[in-house]
């Protein structure tokens, strides 16, 4: 896959002339690439500076922008308030236990660039375009996987973390992925269990949005034995294969009206259709979406379209 034309914003270029007059190289990096190559429009650029220390790179970054927001100066980001850009110098991470949030974080700016993106998900998300020379860094084959509609882990990294999998969930609902056997494998040996209901939904939130084909991630779930964390969609699948299917056709031909939540219209669909079947999930639902005002325009959904129908 060749690399296409693209034009960086003046804001970019800056930060690029600044990091290049510090002795470092500044490295686009992660989904944008991705989009890049599909041809996508560009809403947020991810930056990684190598070959400045992290100490240098904040003098760098208050030198040359006036709103730099420090808050993840510890895990060695940075923010740029009033630019879509995220600026990062490369890290080693080190797990210190079973939740997603328990990893240690070392600034590493001096290693290679094969290196720092071994920490990376998916090859499709571990590539890089090198900013001063516009040439692509793809040292897991990202290109050819993305060319061919495959979804392929890069390391064994991808192991640590549990949230990898559902990221995969929504990719492969967004992009029409195919899942590579190997990583298949890997998740089915990975559970949810550890992971933050916020976290959990904030995934399923970009399936809907993001997916014209938000079945595709359920059938993700379902090929890697997920369903099982989701009692009743799980339920369905196994007693109501039918359904199911019906159900998973009703989302992805979807009818949204303007100026309607369509994660709230998606959910409030889901809840019905289990109840038509008689399975309960309300409970599930009251626990799966975090959001509490989204949980209300869920259940107003579901109650005014039920006493529509009893009308």
């Given at each position: 896959?060749?690399?296409?034309?693209?034009?960086?914003?003046?804001?970019?270029?800056?930060?690029?002339?600044?990091?290049?007059?510090a002795?470092?190289?500044?490295?686009l990096v992660?989904?944008?690439?991705?989009?890049?190559?599909?041809?996508?429009?560009?809403?947020?650029?991810?930056?990684?500076?190598f070959?400045?220390?992290?100490?240098?790179?904040?003098?760098?970054?208050?030198?040359?922008?006036?709103?730099?927001?420090?808050?993840?100066?510890k895990?060695?980001?940075?923010?740029?308030?009033?630019?879509?850009?995220?600026?990062?110098?490369?890290?080693?991470?080190?797990?210190?236990?079973?939740?997603?949030?328990?990893?240690?974080?070392?600034?590493?700016?001096?290693?290679?660039?094969?290196?720092?993106?071994?920490?990376?998900?998916?090859?499709?998300n571990?590539?890089?375009?090198?900013?001063?020379?516009?040439?692509?860094?793809?040292?897991?084959?990202?290109?050819?996987?993305?060319?061919?509609?495959i979804?392929?882990?890069?390391?064994?990294?991808?192991?640590?973390?549990?949230?990898?999998?559902?990221?995969?969930?929504?990719?492969?609902?967004?992009?029409?992925?195919?899942?590579?056997?190997?990583?298949?494998?890997?998740?089915?040996?990975?559970?949810?269990?550890?992971?933050?209901?916020?976290?959990?939904?904030?995934?399923?939130?970009?399936l809907?949005?993001?997916?014209?084909?938000?079945?595709?991630?359920?059938?993700?779930?379902?090929?890697?034995?997920?369903?099982?964390y989701?009692?009743?969609?799980?339920?369905?699948q196994?007693?109501f294969?039918?359904?199911?299917?019906?159900?998973?056709?009703?989302?992805?031909?979807?009818?949204?009206?303007?100026?309607?939540?369509?994660?709230?219209w998606?959910c409030?669909?889901?809840?019905?259709?289990?109840?038509?079947?008689?399975?309960?999930?309300?409970?599930?639902?009251?626990?799966w979406v975090?959001?509490?005002?989204?949980?209300?325009?869920?259940?107003?959904?579901?109650?005014?379209?039920?006493?529509?129908?009893?009308?």
């Open positions: 896959m060749s690399l296409p034309n693209f034009e960086i914003p003046k804001y970019c270029g800056h930060l690029i002339k600044c990091v290049q007059e002795g470092g190289k500044a490295i992660g989904g944008c690439v991705r989009d890049i190559l599909l041809k996508r429009d560009i809403q947020d650029f991810d930056i990684e500076v070959g400045v220390s992290l100490e240098k790179l904040r003098s760098v970054l208050e030198q040359c922008f006036s709103d730099v927001d420090l808050s993840g100066y895990f060695g980001i940075f923010k740029l308030k009033s630019y879509p850009i995220d600026v990062s110098i490369p890290r080693i991470e080190r797990v210190t236990g079973p939740k997603h949030t328990a990893f240690e974080v070392h600034p590493a700016p001096f290693i290679t660039y094969q290196e720092a993106a071994q920490r990376r998900d998916f090859t499709i571990s590539m890089g375009i090198d900013l001063t020379s516009g040439t692509l860094l793809d040292p897991f084959g990202g290109a050819e996987d993305l060319k061919a509609g979804l392929k882990h890069v390391s064994s990294h991808f192991f640590e973390d549990p949230l990898r999998v559902l990221r995969g969930m929504q990719l492969a609902g967004r992009f029409h992925l195919k899942l590579h056997p190997h990583t298949r494998s890997t998740c089915q040996n990975m559970s949810p269990e550890n992971l933050s209901r916020r976290k959990v939904f904030d995934e399923f939130k970009k809907f949005v993001g997916s014209q084909h938000p079945s595709r991630g359920f059938l993700f779930l379902q090929q890697i034995d997920w369903l099982q989701f009692e009743p969609w799980y339920q369905c196994q007693k294969p039918d359904h199911w299917n019906e159900i998973l056709n009703t989302l992805d031909h979807c009818d949204i009206v303007a100026n309607t939540n369509r994660i709230a998606m409030a669909t889901l809840w019905q259709q289990l109840e038509s079947i008689h399975i309960e999930c309300r409970n599930f639902f009251r626990q975090y959001d509490e005002e989204l949980f209300k325009q869920i259940l107003l959904n579901v109650t005014t379209s039920s006493k529509g129908e009893t009308d």
